[in-house]
């Protein structure tokens, strides 16, 4: 993948496209269910995360293990790879981050935090989420509807652990 204008912001989802149709096929080999492929800034680095998880149970240290070394190899055949600084694999965890309509639709009636901007910078909404409207992109979380477009981000909120 060639550097374009706007750095590697503007390349996020061609690394994410381009680096999920890579390891969709190994995460479901192993029997797990991918999550989500990431591509984002933290501090000066660039993450690529593959997460992925089990539909009971979660996953354990021993199963990150097993599947960590086929996918990292699968990330260094990436075109992109000289944009990535830092790979990592493993669970969402439970207070993983919703971001696409898969997300959001299994996650009705659970819990969530919304980290959504405001007039004087932002403000967190946390309860049951209620709907999810993908035409609107909207949704609702204790009776107040959000626009995803004004969330920073949407996170699941476990009742217990």
């Given at each position: 993948m060639?550097?374009?204008k706007g750095?590697?912001?503007?390349q ?5 496209e381009e680096a999920?149709?890579?390891?969709a096929p ?8 991918l999550?989500?492929?990431?591509f ?5 680095l ?22 960590s070394?086929p ?21 969402p ?9 898969e997300?959001?639709?299994?996650s009705?009636?659970?819990?969530v ?5 405001a ?5 967190y909404?946390?309860g ?10 909207e949704i ?14 949407v ?7």
């Open positions: 060639s550097k374009q750095g590697k912001k503007n996020a989802q061609a690394v994410e999920l149709a890579r390891v190994i995460v479901e080999r192993f029997g797990y269910k999550w989500d492929v990431v984002e800034k933290e501090g000066a660039w993450y690529l995360r593959v997460l992925f998880d089990k539909p009971e149970g979660g996953i354990d240290t021993d199963e990150c293990e097993e599947i070394q996918l990292n190899e699968e990330i260094d055949k990436l075109s992109c790879l000289s944009l990535i600084d830092v790979a990592e694999t493993g669970s965890g439970l207070y993983r981050r919703l971001r696409k309509p997300h959001f639709r299994i009705i009636g659970t819990g935090q919304a980290q959504v901007k007039e004087n910078g932002e403000r909404v946390t049951t989420l209620e709907s999810y409207d993908e035409e609107k992109e609702t979380v204790n009776g107040e509807t959000l626009k995803l477009s004004k969330c920073i981000k996170n699941a909120e476990p009742d217990e652990i």
